[in-house]
């Protein structure tokens, strides 16, 4: 590491170094005690002559914001450094969703859900009042100004025409929490004293729009299990999930040990979700228990089904129900609401599929009730007129 006294306005920065045989170094530009610490990270930028030098430089960035995330957190966590030289005060909303970011991609290794979330909130952050904003800038009016913004944005996934299209209500109001959750994550780590959030009032807040969820019928589930599908992992994982609700994130982490046959002869499943962290225990009928995978081979500790990405899973699952004759958007997500629509349709009490379906509230099941309910309804209203 290189030490000089120059004042950096950030804590910390990424920068670039031409080398003579074309590539680039990268190193943090570290403001420190008044002083300014160059460390090098051994990660390099190189020419892009093929998709994988393109794949390497993006890994290398990665890599370098994972690292500078962390070296910011340590300053921040340094009550000397927050108190004697106010870098609480200096650091950016940006710079912090980057720790938070950093945060979790270490721990989950996973840029997908939040990590993606947080990238997003970050663009349309800088769309609407630039980089500069620090923590500190954040106020009531700031807010206001966010919430406004969003009611005219720009998604930044553009459709097969390239046209740009708005974001929904639904995406409004995820970016507005997000963003909430962001700021108490800065207030808990003593950056900011209060979060300006909580003074906005109810009728300011975006709004969350119930959203149509997809499910199959017993009639379409018959379907599927008829019909091949060319991967029979993802179909023996799926229909599974149809019948017990688990989600993509559990039933890929599920082992065979997991599954436990107690005195009465019945399957019990037990296992931590990966969502809420709590352990949950679950019966598992004998139909569900057909498409577990034979243990024939495979240890305890063994993964039960062995999938592929989710977006590969999801395409082996559109062409299956498009061959069984189903014109519904299917992805494997569908399972779980097939799952609770399923169960509230045969009768089980809505406290007891909340409890099946891991749900930390009630109110989340009642919009399966809901469908259940309208489904019944349409079914009725068919029968007018059918003998006339």
């Known amino acids: 590491m290189r030490v000089s006294k120059l004042k950096a306005k950030e804590p910390v920065r990424i920068r670039y170094k031409k080398l003579a045989n074309g590539n680039q170094s990268i190193y943090l530009d570290i403001y420190k005690d008044g002083k300014r610490i160059y460390e090098f ?9 093929s998709i994988f030098d393109k794949e390497s430089n993006k890994n290398a960035i990665d890599e370098a914001k994972r690292i500078k995330a962390e070296r910011t957190l340590e ?6 450094t927050l108190k004697n030289k106010g870098i609480g005060k200096k650091v950016t909303i940006f710079q912090y969703i980057e720790i938070i970011a950093g945060r979790h991609l270490e721990k989950t290794n996973n840029k997908r859900g939040l990590y993606y979330n947080l990238m997003s909130l970050s663009r349309h952050l800088e769309q609407y009042n630039g ?14 100004g966010f919430i406004q913004y969003l009611e ?7 459709n097969k025409s390239n046209k740009k299209i708005k974001i929904t209500d639904n995406t409004r109001y995820k970016l507005f929490n997000l963003l909430k959750s962001t700021i108490n994550k800065a207030v808990n780590d003593d950056l900011i004293d209060v979060n300006p959030c909580n003074k906005i009032a109810l009728s300011e807040k975006p709004k969350q729009i119930e959203s149509k969820r997809e499910y199959l019928t017993i009639d379409e589930v018959k379907k599927l299990i008829e019909t091949d599908c060319k991967n029979e992992m993802v179909k023996s994982a799926f229909i599974f999930c149809c019948l ?10 599920i082992k065979y040990d997991n ?5 009465d002869n019945k399957i019990e499943l037990a296992f931590r979700q990966q969502k809420t962290k709590e352990m949950t225990y679950l019966q598992i009928s004998n ?3 057909k498409w ?10 063994d993964i039960v089904y062995v999938l592929p990405k989710n977006d590969n899973a999801n395409n082996f699952i559109k062409k299956w129900s498009n061959k069984a004759g189903i014109s519904k958007p299917i992805t494997f997500h569908c399972s779980r609401h097939t799952a609770a629509t399923l169960n509230l349709s045969l009768g089980t009490p809505i406290e007891v599929v909340s409890k099946l379906l891991g749900h930390t509230k009630i109110s989340t099941t009642q919009i399966y009730a809901k469908i259940v309910s309208e489904a019944k309804r349409e079914a009725v209203n068919k029968q007018d007129g059918i003998f006339e």
């Not at 300053?75 to 000397?80: A, D, G, H, I």
């Not at 017990?244 to 982490?253: A, E, P, V």
């Open 75 to 80: 300053l921040l966590n340094n009550p000397s």
């Open 152 to 158: 005219t944005a720009n998604s930044y996934v553009t």
């Open 287 to 289: 139909e569900a228990f």
């Open 244 to 253: 017990t609700g688990l989600r993509w994130s559990d039933i890929k982490k």
């Open 292 to 301: 577990v995978p034979d243990q024939v081979g495979n240890n305890n500790n």
């Open 131 to 144: 980089n500069k904003t620090t923590l500190a800038d954040i106020d009531k009016n700031y807010i206001l």
């Open 41 to 49: 990270l051994k990660l390099y930028i190189i020419p892009e002559r």
């Open 259 to 263: 599954f436990k046959r107690g005195s």
